[in-house]
């Protein structure tokens, strides 16, 4: 697994996400976010490993997640720390 990946799943109805990084400048942008985000169809399941980051970043990918129209589930895998 990388720190950060998009992987559409073989039922095509649901996307695995996972951010095991830093949220913004080191790590996954929300400007990069919400790019790959816009080819994603499906329900997505998001899996966060994140020791925080930027705070306007993450509050955008939060907010993108909320705007998907297929609805999004959660999972803290280890770590989620304050953006």
């Known amino acids: 697994m990388t720190w950060y990946a998009l992987a559409k799943n073989s039922d095509d109805e649901s996307t695995d996400v996972t951010i095991y990084d830093e949220i913004g400048a080191w790590g996954i942008s929300a ?21 925080g980051g930027s705070i306007t970043d993450g509050t955008a990918i939060i907010a ?3 705007r ?13 720390a304050s953006m």
Do not use: E, M, Y
């Not at 400007?31 to 020791?51: C, E």
């Not at 998907?68 to 989620?80: E, I, Q």
């Open 64 to 66: 993108a997640l909320k």
């Open 31 to 51: 400007k990069q976010f919400i790019k790959d985000l816009a080819g994603v169809k499906g329900h997505i399941n998001l899996r966060i490993n994140s020791p």
């Open 68 to 80: 998907h129209g297929a609805g999004f589930t959660a999972w803290v895998d280890g770590l989620c």
